[in-house]
């Protein structure tokens, strides 16, 4: 009995817990979701996987932005081989809701032709954007062509497009934080929240 009711008052506290850490962004309240070491913990875990497969290659990461400006920084201080970096700038989401249209905003201004190309995203949801990359990157007639992302939602995923390093796998919730963001805001935090 005395065990239960000790159960019961610490389920009580995380909850005020995570009241008390709640944040607001335009019109929604969000909740704590991911902490920043288990991300921190994600994009190493990737950085090594992504090492360890290409030791012998020069890779080219590059990071779509605006969402994954936070994970390529991260996954390159990770990454300690040689390695270079570049962005392309896509978007294809509005308030809380996939549009299922990628505009490219800022294209690719470098030859990648016999690269290896890890293109790195802070999540796949739909998966349009992976699928729009495949194509783009097809044209380019780069070495290898792989895919990284640090939130994957499985649920929501409704492409054939393999992804071959995957971070943290989430229920299809909307999430802000670590370069996500809710109509531009939330993305300055360094962890992630979950829509109440
Ligand atoms: P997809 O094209 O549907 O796979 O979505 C890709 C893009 O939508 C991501 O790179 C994000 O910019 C955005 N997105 C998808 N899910 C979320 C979310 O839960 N929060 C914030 N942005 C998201
Ligand atoms: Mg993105």
């Given at each position: 009995m005395m065990f239960i009711k000790c159960q019961i008052r610490i389920l009580y506290i995380c909850r005020l817990f995570k009241t008390l850490k709640m944040i607001q962004l335009h019109d929604k309240q969000f909740v704590p979701f991911i902490s920043a070491e288990e991300i921190d913990f994600a994009i190493a875990t990737m950085a090594a996987q992504v090492e360890a497969d290409f030791a012998d290659e020069i890779p080219v990461f590059v990071g779509v932005l605006n969402g994954a400006f936070m994970v390529v920084s991260d996954f390159m201080k990770h990454y300690k081989k040689p390695c270079e970096v570049s962005f392309i700038k896509l978007a294809s989401y509005e308030g809380t809701e996939s549009t299922n249209e990628v505009k490219q905003l800022i294209g690719l201004?470098?030859?990648?032709?016999g690269r290896t190309v890890i293109v790195i995203e802070d999540i796949v949801d739909t998966g349009n954007t992976v699928l729009e990359l495949k194509e783009l990157f097809k044209k380019q007639n780069v070495k290898h062509f792989k895919i990284a992302t640090l939130f994957f939602k499985p649920e929501a995923y409704k492409k054939e497009?393999?992804?071959?390093?995957?971070?943290i796998r989430i229920p299809n919730k909307f999430i802000v934080g670590f370069g996500l963001d809710y109509d531009g805001l939330g993305?300055?935090?360094p962890e992630v929240y979950q829509l109440k």
């Open positions: 201004n470098q030859d990648l032709s497009v393999k992804i071959d390093y995957i971070g993305r300055n935090l």
